[in-house]
Nanobody, 123 residues
């Protein structure tokens, strides 16, 4: 069983930055593909970014060039650095882990989820 705890959300003005963290329990974190998703009110959960166990990354077009996903296996933590934030980035952000070394863009590919952290970007 893997537990994921997100932190770092909050309220920020448009153009600002936030860094989300996701702390994972368990000894096999380094073997897992990790992802970030987000869900705005009344909308489906959307893919944001993913990182494989060996560090390969992939981003949704909406965040490419503004967001950076990274991982620190020694700390069992995955990060999402968000720059140049826009009001449309407002959502609850979820961290997810999958029992595969590869990243993935589909929510159904993930086995474990965090509780989410709210990000609100004001205009």
């Amino acid at each position: 069983q893997v537990q994921l705890v997100e932190s770092g959300g909050g309220l920020v003005q448009a153009g600002g930055s936030l860094r989300l963290s996701c702390q994972a329990s368990g000894r096999t974190f380094s073997n897992y593909g990790m992802g970030w998703f987000r869900q705005a009110p009344g909308k489906e959960r959307d893919f944001v970014a993913t990182v494989s166990s060996f560090g390969s990354t992939y981003y949704a077009d909406a965040v490419k060039g503004r967001f950076t996903i990274s991982r620190d296996n020694a700390k069992n933590t995955v990060y999402l650095q968000m720059n140049s934030l826009k009001p449309e980035d407002t959502a609850v952000y979820y961290c997810a882990a999958r029992t595969s070394s590869l990243g993935a863009t589909s929510a159904s590919a993930y086995n474990y989820w965090g509780q989410g952290t709210q990000v609100t970007v004001s205009s």
